[in-house]
């Protein structure tokens, strides 16, 4: 079964575009002025865009950053940076597809990317691995960083997977010591780092790269130690609990700006970074270089305790009524 372009939730977005569509292609055959009546959907269509997103329930907002049209890593690198050169191997055992990284410019500036990559159909997912890395992806993206630290130039890292491979293979070539490593590391790195959460930040698999800085999530992005399901199949033994399960991790964008985990929520067009993937490269892009601006001032040390002291107050136990 051929996974659905769009939500439950969207249908009357759907259905008033559908209406715009055949307006415009029903002028071009018979050669018609319908402007008047487009211009009064279109109005409609973008109140209608705003009244659902902003009134999103967790787990829709889970949904959405699943959204099978959402962009991911290489479409905002194709937006985002000038002279993409892609690096690929871990120098240990293979390349990871759900992994890819290397050199750019933002505005000219030399930086390094690196980012979970999920694909859009059936062939391009089993590259990728559905965007849940082995142990040398992590190690690839780690490589990536060293050599960034080596020539003193910024780590930009695009957070977006369900969580790294638990396959019995990615267990035999160390997926844990893989990702500790990872985490270890980039603390240390003596460089600005930048991670953003584009859709999914699932688990350990996120967090293997997500130690910057700063943290920017999309509005509609999750971030979140377990999925919902998973959540929910532990404490109540079923995935049917996953609403539930939603709230009460929460994973949105608002609940982890509330509590300093997040840095910035960079707001996405009406209808989801999905329904306009250049609007949402361009305020990714302004992030970016808003932040990277600020940390290329900061001496190396400085970066280090700063991005240590961010995780450690992350620790902090805090009672909620």
Known sequence: MATPLHLEFERDIVELQKQIDALLRSAEEKGIDVSSEVRVLGAKLEVLKVEIFQNLTPLEQVHVARHPRRPHTLDYVSRLFTDWV???????????????????????????????????????????????????????????????????????????????????????????????????????????????????????????????????????????????????????RTAAEREKAARALKLTSSELFKRGIADEIILEPPGGAHADWDETGQRVKEALMRHLDELKTMEPEALVRDRQAKFEAIGEWAEED
């Open 86 to 236: 892609e690096l690929s191997g871990d120098r240990t055992f293979r390349d990871d597809g759900a992994v890819v990284g290397g050199w750019a410019r933002l505005n000219g500036d030399s930086i390094m990317v690196v980012g979970h990559q999920k694909g859009r159909d059936m062939k391009a997912n089993l590259k990728r691995n559905f965007g849940s890395p082995h142990p040398e992806g992590y190690r690839k993206s780690l490589r990536l960083m060293y050599l960034a630290e080596k020539f003193r130039r910024p780590v930009v890292t695009f957070i977006d997977t369900p969580g790294a491979y638990p396959g019995v293979g990615a267990e035999e070539r160390g997926q844990a010591e893989a990702i500790a490593r990872n985490i270890r590391e980039m603390a240390r790195l003596r460089i600005p780092v930048v991670s953003v959460v584009i859709g999914e930040g699932g688990s350990g698999g996120a967090l293997a790269i997500g130690v910057g800085n700063r943290i920017l999530m999309l509005e509609h992005a999750i971030y979140s130690v377990i999925s919902p399901e998973g959540c929910a199949a532990i404490l109540w």
